[in-house]
């Protein structure tokens, strides 16, 4: 494709293009698109190009050609187009202000699209009309750091570093001094005087301060919701790390976001962030590459420093293969290993958190007495558990047969859903939700029509659960921590619930979101349940290996929807 700068084309010819497409009314995106590879360019103090790729078609999806123009007209910036590119070239900035200009992509149709540029200045400015001492602080990993006098004249051959680690590069065209150091090995700061000598021979001091080298860290954790490159970007290389790789998503293959990080740390020497494109959180993934598995595995100095931190060793930790979470609850950090490379990392994966702290119950609902000796003796069915339910004054929603589900055994009871009556009822649920062995799921003669599960159900759902996307939801951190107080410890996430295990009284308790407002008159409804784990034979103790492990892909978990019409 050619590219010049021409005048544009008048929007009568748009509106030609427009017809030869054979569509009536044109909307905006009848114009056609303009695709840039990227918006906004960034630029260190010293010359430099980028490249911006350039796509351009008509309604039709057609290639038509393009100008470019710079506003405002600078000197700085110069701007060079290919097939299908412009490579932004800017020249070093001598100054201590940053700069800025934008780039205008202007299609044959008079669409517009711009790259707003920006340069850095340089990083200190010395005004030698006052006198006074000045710091400038540099990475661990080195680098190099410029300073801008103004104000008067200095001894460009009389500028003197402290230590031999500075080296200075006076540049005197420019009126600018060079500062560069070497990587800092040590996890000690350093620090070295720069002494410069003005015209009237009363001198100025400046104060180098390089940072030691991070043994150990946590990644970014500014923000739970969203993923800001730049303030990201920002945080890393105030830590002394430095951007390696840059990836943007692409929806179409799935790919995901990327930021790659070399880090200060000989332990931890890389550190990537990962963001999929639809995601509800800063990052979904941080992979932190160990130079050693030791450091998280039992007495491991990263282990520890975690657990230093804050961090509990999670339900499934094992001392091979450890899991901790962090004390807000946000990230779950355990050992990954990257078969291919055979590389070792500490990956770190957020959790959905509420946005506001919310009530839970006094003592965590559980079966009373009265409800255990009815749900776990098989000689109660169904009957016995209306009877029951009516004599306390509650009232019947639903009493529903399996029926043509099972021609041959019609009249079997499947579920019963009845809303307690609050004044008598000892546990305070809103409603309970039977369900009953059937013939159809293969029960006993002994055990058919006794209950097969009970729901305890709250229309106050808050004080369980919290929605973390519309139809998803998870246990709210206050009633995780009540479970946890009365035994009852997390044990993940599945598509039957949130589950968490009391090994100790040998049960399980299973947390669900019901979205059923026909059947419960509320829009979300929490509901628990328990089921009693199998025990070793002859034993009381509960068998190891009947605890499945959870989904540990799962951040939240999906309702079930319910009508009348499901019954």
């Not at 290919?82 to 100054?95: C, M, P, Q, V, Y």
């Not at 070792?344 to 839970?360: H, S």
């Not at 609902?365 to 339910?389: C, G, H, L, M, N």
């Not at 097969?452 to 998870?474: A, H, K, M």
């Amino acid at each position: 494709m050619r590219h010049y700068i021409r005048q544009l084309i008048e929007l009568l010819i748009v509106g030609v293009a427009l017809a030869s497409c054979q569509k009536d009314e044109p909307t905006e995106a009848d114009f056609g698109s303009i695709e840039l590879s990227q918006s906004e360019l960034s630029f260190d103090r010293s010359a430099g190009v980028q490249e911006v790729n350039v796509k351009v078609c008509n309604r039709c999806g057609d290639a038509i050609d393009w100008i470019y123009s710079i506003s405002p007209q600078v000197e700085w910036l110069t701007v060079t187009p290919s097939d299908n590119k412009l490579a932004i070239a800017t020249t070093e900035n001598h100054s201590s202000k940053e700069r800025h200009a934008t780039v205008s992509v202007i299609s044959d149709n008079n669409l517009v699209r711009h790259i707003t540029v920006s340069q850095k200045g340089a990083d200190l400015q010395l005004d030698l009309s006052q006198l006074s001492d000045d710091k400038l602080q540099l990475p661990s990993m080195g680098g190099e750091k410029y300073l801008q006098v103004i104000g008067g004249e200095i001894s460009w051959d009389q500028i003197t570093a402290s230590e031999e680690w500075l080296a200075i590069t006076p540049l005197q065209d420019s009126q600018s001094i060079k500062l560069a150091v070497p990587r800092n090995h040590s996890t000690e700061p350093r620090q070295a005087i720069v002494t410069i000598k003005k015209a009237d021979a009363s001198e100025l001091t400046i104060t180098v301060e390089q940072a030691g080298q991070l043994e150990y860290f946590v990644p970014y954790q500014e923000s739970h919701k969203y993923m800001v490159y730049k303030d990201l970007v920002a945080y890393e290389e105030a830590r002394g790390f430095k951007v390696v790789q840059i990836q943007f998503g692409d929806s179409d293959f799935g790919s995901p976001d990327a930021l790659l990080f070399e880090t200060s740390s000989q332990k931890l020497p890389e550190i990537n962030y990962f963001h999929s494109l639809d995601s509800h959180f800063v990052y979904d993934q941080v992979m932190i590459l160990l130079s050693d598995p030791k450091e998280f595995q039992k007495e491991g100095g990263y282990l520890q420093y975690l657990k230093d931190l804050g961090y509990k060793e999670r339900y499934n930790s094992k001392p091979e293969s450890p899991k901790l979470i962090s004390p807000d609850g946000f990230l779950v950090a355990s050992l990954f290993h990257e078969t291919r490379y055979d590389e070792y990392y500490v990956r770190f994966n957020p959790q959905y958190l509420p946005d506001k702290p919310l009530p839970t119950f006094d003592k965590l609902p559980v079966y009373t007495d009265e409800i255990q000796k009815r749900i776990y003796d098989p000689r109660v069915k169904f009957k016995d558990i209306s009877a029951w339910e009516k004599s306390l004054g509650s009232k019947v929603l639903i009493e529903m047969p399996i029926g043509n589900n099972d021609p041959q055994h019609p009249d079997e009871m499947w579920a019963a859903i009845y809303q307690t009556n609050q004044e008598t009822d000892v546990d305070k649920q809103e409603f309970r939700f039977y369900e009953f062995h059937l013939s159809l799921l293969r029960a006993t003669p002994e055990e058919l029509q006794s209950v097969r599960l009970l729901r305890l159900c709250y229309n106050d759902c808050e004080r369980v659960i919290f929605e973390t996307s519309p139809g998803q939801f998870r246990t709210t951190p206050e009633f995780e921590a009540l479970a946890e107080s009365e035994g009852f410890i997390f044990y993940g996430m599945n598509m039957d619930g949130v589950n968490f295990v009391n090994k100790e009284k040998g049960l399980k308790m299973v947390v669900l979101m019901y979205m059923s407002p026909e059947i419960f008159g509320a829009k979300k409804t929490a509901t628990i349940r328990y089921e009693k784990l199998p025990q070793e034979s002859g034993t009381s103790a509960v068998a190891a290996n009947n605890l499945q492990e959870p989904q540990e892909t799962l951040t939240s978990v999906p309702a079930r929807r319910y009508n009348t019409r499901n019954f």
